[in-house]
């Protein structure tokens, strides 16, 4: 997955498509079949879509509300938050709505909402990973939290948006029966969960802390072998009170076997440490977006 982290404008509108391909699947396929609102305004329009489909025998799609309500969005975002801002938006709404029109219905799961909850969760948060990863959003309850937040400054976007999809899982139980909603709230978890992950895949990676007499020779085959920088760091030995050169190095997550590897050939009895690192930014990681 190292190419999801080049950025390039190519790059983003292919994972943007992907993304809101992905997530239209979840919706089409899984949660408006089974009637599982899982917050944002796509989860708005599949419990809208039952109330109207009870009172007209006619239920209004989920892609025709997603305009209806997002039209009004924009225009206040355009106001609000500016142009640049809704121009980078506008492409994720437009791409979601249109893929969610053209993807026929089609009830994967039947009644096993455990298994609709796992995959439309895994699903849809492949695919809000994707349209993250863009730095991109599909409009929305996140243009809304966001809309709020431009007024309400004291408020974090987060916690606006997770009170708004609060209120919309909410209007879900009203509409539908809470234990529909609780197998939704089981997708909301794992959709949080697969998009966390996918996005800090992309940036994750090993940082090593390397203490050895031997840090010349350590040094010379993490620069040469493997092609990574490390750096040389000076620390004293609290107990012996004796100066040492600790290596300190930050590598991809495949790599880290073979750093331990050369430190474990040349000197067995160095001391490392070795924790997770969230992001990495510079050569040989992700580049600064200019």
Request: charged share 20%; with cysteine.
């Amino acid at each position: 997955m190292e190419w999801l982290g080049k950025r390039s404008k190519k790059r983003d509108i292919c994972l943007l498509l992907l993304g809101t391909f992905l997530i239209a699947v979840s919706i089409n396929w899984v949660y408006d079949p089974m009637g599982m609102v899982t917050g944002g305004v796509t989860g708005l329009a599949i419990a809208i879509k039952e109330l109207t489909l009870r009172a007209f025998d006619v239920g209004v799609p989920v892609w025709l509300t997603n305009i209806i309500i997002n039209v009004p969005l924009f225009v206040a975002g355009f106001f609000v938050l500016g142009k640049k801002f809704i121009g980078k938006t506008l492409l994720g709404t437009v791409s979601l709505t249109l893929f969610i029109y053209l993807i026929p219905l089609q009830n994967m799961f039947h009644n096993d909402f455990l298994l609709a909850a796992v995959f439309g969760g895994a699903i849809g948060g492949t695919g809000m990973g994707f349209v993250l990863s863009t730095m991109t959003t599909t409009g929305g309850t996140d243009l809304l939290a966001m809309l709020i937040h431009a007024k309400k400054k004291h408020v974090s976007v987060p916690v606006l948006l997770m009170i708004v999809d609060a209120l919309v899982v909410i209007f879900g139980i009203l509409v539908f029966d809470i234990n529909t909603a609780l197998y939704a709230i089981i997708a909301i978890y794992i959709s949080a969960k697969v998009s966390d992950g996918i996005l800090e895949g992309l940036k994750f990676a090993k940082m090593a802390y390397i203490i050895s007499d031997k840090y010349e020779e350590i040094a010379h085959d993490i620069l040469h072998v493997l092609d990574r920088g490390v750096t040389g760091l000076s620390a004293t030995g609290m107990y012996s009170n004796k100066d040492k050169k600790m290596l300190f190095c930050v590598v991809a997550k495949k790599e880290i076997v073979a750093v331990l590897d050369i430190v474990s050939q040349k000197d067995p009895k160095a001391f490392v440490i070795v924790s997770d690192v969230r992001e990495v930014m510079g050569e040989g990681f992700i580049e600064f977006k200019q």
